[in-house]
């Protein structure tokens, strides 16, 4: 709440707040106050008065074995805050002092809070903050994130394919995207989406990226001596990502391929792309004189790093959300032998580790190439598949590795494992047919009669001879048949 204090300071006063998550948000940043001297209180209550989201800052030292963690929270609106470590997601690490909240010279107010710990193996540590601007608290882990862009660029339309496309990537994990067909960038997350201001900024910048883009592929193209028209397809591909380290250091790079060969990787401290191999050192060479490249390296440096710090406290409860993954084998059978199937489904993160082990220790590697899938809720699936020849005492088994799991999750392959109804229901019928078969002879004996001149005759009788031709079908089927005429001489 404001109180009565802040707003009589508020007097006379016209306060432009600068920070980014503001207009992010769609709050105005413009802070208006009365000149109203007779009664400020009253007047100021007319005012309009904006709320505005916290920035926050995660950095750390160390000495002595013990690290000293720092969350620099500013920018805000109104004045009060909650701020506090916390240490594998559930302990809150208590200050040995009290953090002082400042003002900013634009009416914003600012803290910083450090705690002191000594790392442990396995430990995770987070800065909360609670903020009246923020409907859940925002939670920024301490560790090392990367940022990435991946950018394709097609020389010719293809059928359901973007000729142009730019996907996002925080650590590992896709949040964004821009492409040809959609024209806007899109955050695929909702934590991101309220970020209006800078998808707009994001989408501009990547409209005047595929030209410059374009005109890149266009010179590969003529240097390689390929043909755009007449049915070829090249492809033109960069890789940029920029990564921050628990030590508040940063890290970065690009990458260049053509055609599905890297051929450029950029050095961004001697502001030059080097080449991927002996072969790319002429086009190397070109590259540099044709293209001025500090603009990647103020990119790498600044740009993606500020990029990253702006997205990583929405989504740092979604980064250290882990499901475990669950798991069903199959097999089915092949002209060269049997296919064993593993599927596994429902685990996040994406990153994952299915393989199959023959008798406990011996990988056998698929031929078939096994990609990770999304499912509408969030989560990944993957099948993983590989063809045996079964041997006798052989034992096969799926075993998955995930980040959610303590140890590697095993599933055996149960090769003799039978539905009991495949047996139960053959029996059954063998048993049916062979009472039906005896139930046929006895009835023929009793009616077997002896004539006069002492032959033996056997007469079926009417009854008889309908019994036996109802069933005539199911013994062919199921057993034995005997066959009889109406009157047999013996």
């Not at 191999?277 to 002429?282: F, G, P, Q």
């Not at 993983?384 to 006798?392: D, G």
């Amino acid at each position: 709440m404001i109180n009565r204090q802040e707003l009589l300071s508020l007097q006379h006063q016209r306060l432009i707040l600068v920070s980014p998550h503001a207009s992010y948000f769609g709050y105005p940043t413009t802070y208006w106050a009365s000149n109203n001297s007779e009664d400020p209180w009253h007047s100021c209550l007319q005012c309009f008065i904006s709320l505005v989201c916290p920035n926050i800052k995660i950095s750390s030292s160390g000495s002595n074995n013990v690290t000293a963690l720092y969350c620099w929270v500013y920018g805000f609106y109104p004045r009060d805050v909650e701020v506090k470590w916390i240490k594998n997601e559930t302990d809150e690490i208590y200050l040995e002092e009290s953090a002082e909240i400042l003002p900013n010279p634009d009416g914003t107010y600012q803290i910083r809070v450090s705690v002191e710990v000594t790392p442990e193996e396995g430990a995770t540590y987070s800065c909360h903050v609670d903020h009246s601007s923020l409907e859940n608290p925002l939670v920024v882990p301490f560790d090392s994130h990367t940022l990435q862009y991946h950018v394709s660029l097609v020389s010719t339309p293809t059928p359901k394919v973007p000729q142009y496309s730019i996907i996002v990537y925080v650590d590992g994990v896709q949040y964004g995207r821009y492409n040809s067909d959609i024209h806007c960038a899109q955050a695929l997350t909702p934590s991101l989406q309220a970020l209006h201001d800078h998808l707009d900024t994001q989408t501009n910048f990547a409209k005047a990226y595929e030209l410059w883009q374009k005109h890149k592929l266009n010179f590969l193209i003529g240097y390689f001596n390929t043909t755009k028209g007449d049915g070829h397809i090249h492809v033109y591909q960069r890789k940029v990502a920029c990564e921050l380290h628990d030590d508040g250091t940063i890290d970065g790079y690009q990458e260049i391929a053509f055609d599905g060969k890297e051929f450029l990787v950029f050095d961004k401290e001697r502001v030059v792309y080097v080449p991927a191999t002996h072969e790319d050192v002429m086009v190397s060479q070109l590259w540099n004189k044709r293209y001025d490249s500090t603009n990647n390296k103020v990119f790498v440096e600044i740009d993606c790093i500020e990029h990253l710090k702006l997205y990583l406290p929405y989504i740092s409860v979604e980064l250290m959300k882990k499901v475990t993954p669950k798991v069903k084998v199959s097999s089915s059978e092949s002209e060269s032998g049997t296919k064993l199937h593993c599927w596994v489904y429902g685990f996040y993160p994406r990153d994952v580790e299915v393989k199959w082990i023959k008798n406990g220790r011996d990988e056998i590697y698929s031929e078939e190439s096994a990609e990770i899938l999304p499912n509408p809720d969030g989560t990944y699936q993957i099948r993983v598949s590989v063809e045996v020849t079964p041997e006798e005492g052989a034992t096969y088994s799926c075993h998955v590795d995930h980040s959610s799991l303590e140890k590697a999750k095993v599933v055996p392959f149960e090769s003799n494992k039978r539905n009991p109804l495949d047996i139960i229901i053959p029996v059954g019928v063998a048993l049916l047919l062979l009472l039906i078969a005896l139930a046929v002879y006895i009835e023929y004996r009793k009616r077997r009669t002896k004539d006069p001149n002492g032959s033996h005759k056997h007469v079926v009788s009417t009854d008889t001879a309908a019994l036996w031709k109802g069933h005539d079908k199911q013994m062919k089927r199921g057993f034995f048949l005997l066959k009889l005429e109406s009157v047999t001489e013996i």
